[in-house]
């Protein structure tokens, strides 16, 4: 079936530093890419968006890529704090049989030290 | 804002025992799902619906029902737990259009089946 290969599963930086998290999918169909923050004992968080007719979109530190031919997506922290700290999923999305499908990355912890 | 809205928070059943998970929306959103989360899984969909009135199966729909009672609530039942139900579940809602929406979820509800 359709997946989502999501990569790492665990990331840790200094404080200052980049991250990269990286997502791979296989439906060539999907064309709805967004990012979500799950802090500890919450649900997921929109943090950012990408749609398959661009290939890049910043909000302040973060940042998403998209290589529609490659079939990757990638979401960049720049500038960490710990408040980043979280586990981050990707998913995948496009209209399916009336409905819009999304598949979720396992998700990556991310962990800031100061 | 409220969101999504989910009930109840932290549940214990034991083996054999049904519940149901409640899930509100105030977002006028057509369609509501119910995710369950757990370690190294991300988020598999079990059940969504939509629209009102309709309802259809996920990736993992076994030993759950579910009812989208009106346009803001979609309930989630587990009529026999089992262990293996053990887990966080998540409901979301989104506005469904081809060109993809974002999907919001709730809290959360902690369930143990012991």
């Known amino acids: 079936g359709e997946n989502v290969e999501q990569h790492p599963s665990t990331l840790s930086v200094q404080e200052g530093d980049s991250a990269v998290i990286k997502c791979t999918y296989s439906d060539s169909a999907s064309n709805y890419f967004p990012w979500y923050k799950q802090e500890l004992g919450k649900g997921p968080q929109l943090i950012i968006d990408i749609r398959s007719n661009v290939g890049e979109k910043k909000d302040q530190r973060i940042a998403v890529t998209l290589n529609k031919t490659a079939k990757h997506f990638s979401l960049h922290i720049t500038e960490t704090q710990p408040e980043d700290s979280a586990v981050y999923f990707c998913?995948?999305?496009?209209?399916?049989?009336?409905?819009?499908?999304?598949?979720f990355g396992t998700g990556t912890r991310l962990k800031v030290l100061a | 804002n409220a969101g999504v809205t989910q009930t109840p928070k932290f549940q214990v059943l034991k083996t054999g025992q049904s519940m149901t998970l409640q899930c509100a929306q105030d977002?006028?959103?057509?369609?509501m799902y119910w995710y369950r989360q757990d370690p190294g899984m991300g988020l598999r969909l079990i059940y969504y619906?939509?629209?009102?009135?309709?309802?259809d199966k996920g990736e993992v729909p076994n030993g759950y029902n579910v009812s989208r009672l009106n346009k803001r609530e979609f309930s989630l039942r587990l009529e026999s737990a089992a262990p293996s139900q053990t887990s966080v579940y998540f409901c979301a809602s989104s506005d469904m259009t081809h060109s993809g929406n974002t999907i919001y979820f709730g809290e959360g509800s902690w369930l143990t089946v012991v």
């Open positions: 998913a995948a999305s496009g209209w399916v049989s009336g409905t819009y499908k999304y598949i």
């Open positions: 619906s939509a629209s009102e009135g309709t309802t």
């Open positions: 977002m006028n959103h057509n369609s």
